[in-house]
Nanobody, 126 residues
Framework: QVQLVESGGGLVQAGGSLRLSCAASGRTFSNHLMGWFRQAPGKEREFVATISRSGTGAYYADSVKGRFTISRDNVKNMVYLQMNSLKPEDTAVYYC???????????????????WGQGTQVTVSS
């Protein structure tokens, strides 16, 4: 298990950008599949993006494709989510997640990830 801590959330106007960061503890970070999920008030937690263990592959939810970019640094044990052209509907708590044995695939679910951060709030005003 890795410990995860997100940062970088905040309030931004529609059309703006934010970069979320997720710091992971542990020596086996590069063996973990990483992902970002989000949860808006009254809604279920939903998949946003996932990145392969090597960092060479990524998948995105259709709602963020072309606007968000996930990346990782296996030396610094960091995962990032660059969010551009933000919309009010992107408002949510964003969670970083890690999975030790889950295969890399296009539509992971919350059940695929065993480690979660505490979340960081992103609010996009219109």
């Amino acid at each position: 298990q890795v410990q995860l801590v997100e940062s970088g959330g905040g309030l931004v106007q529609a059309g703006g950008s934010l970069r979320l960061s997720c710091a992971a503890s542990g020596r086996t970070f590069s063996n973990h599949l990483m992902g970002w999920f989000r949860q808006a008030p009254g809604k279920e937690r939903e998949f946003v993006a996932t990145i392969s263990r090597s960092g060479t592959g990524a998948y995105y939810a259709d709602s963020v494709k072309g606007r968000f970019t996930i990346s990782r640094d296996n030396v610094k044990n960091m995962v990032y989510l660059q969010m551009n052209s933000l919309k009010p509907e992107d408002t949510a708590v964003y969670y970083c997640a890690a999975a030790r044995f889950t295969p890399f695939r296009s539509t992971p679910t919350t059940a695929d990830f065993g480690s979660w951060g505490q979340g960081t709030q992103v609010t996009v005003s219109s």
